[in-house]
């Protein structure tokens, strides 16, 4: 084997999770190689250390907290995939808004040409309706008509 591969198997070695075929690969390796046997000392005297450490409680919910701030450092695939291309997100969403914006505009010329006309003449009736040739002033047996018989205006048309 390997000293990368040797190093790859010190934990397991020291948690005796090696099956027997690799536990007499690490052995042999192990007993010609220095600087293996040394990182393989250091690794046991931590475990050791670790494993004399007194044991605490931990406080209520913090496996949860850990395992949040986790999920917060390490974002998935996909979200940072979306988090890489957020400007071009952005881009296409203002595309988007673009295109919506002037088929609006075209399909609201679309429609209104189609009622200028009819608009147009809607117009022209309602200002024919209330010209002011069509009101008589003083229409004949009113008050005002009377006073103008009376007075011998003429007709201001």
């Known amino acids: 084997m390997k000293c990368s591969q040797i190093k790859e198997l010190i934990s397991r070695y020291v948690d005796d999770d090696l099956g027997p075929d690799e536990q007499e690969a690490f052995t042999l390796h192990i007993r010609d190689c220095a600087d293996c046997t040394k990182e393989l000392e250091e ?13 605490f409680e931990a406080p209520h919910g ?24 957020r400007t071009l997100l952005r881009a296409a969403e203002l595309v988007l808004a673009l295109v919506v914006f002037m088929v609006g505009i075209i399909s609201g010329n679309v429609l209104m040409a189609d009622r200028t006309s009819e608009k147009q003449t809607i117009l022209a009736n ?16 009113s008050v005002g008509g009377a006073y103008v018989s009376l007075v011998g205006a003429a007709d201001e048309r």
């Open 126 to 141: 309602v200002h024919s309706s209330f010209s002011l040739d069509l009101f008589q002033a003083t229409p004949p047996g």
């Open 62 to 85: 913090f496996a949860t907290r850990v395992v949040a701030h986790l999920e917060e450092r390490e974002p998935s695939r996909f979200w940072g995939f979306l988090a890489f291309h």
């Open 43 to 55: 690794i046991q005297a931590i475990h050791t250390l670790f494993a004399s450490a007194d044991r």
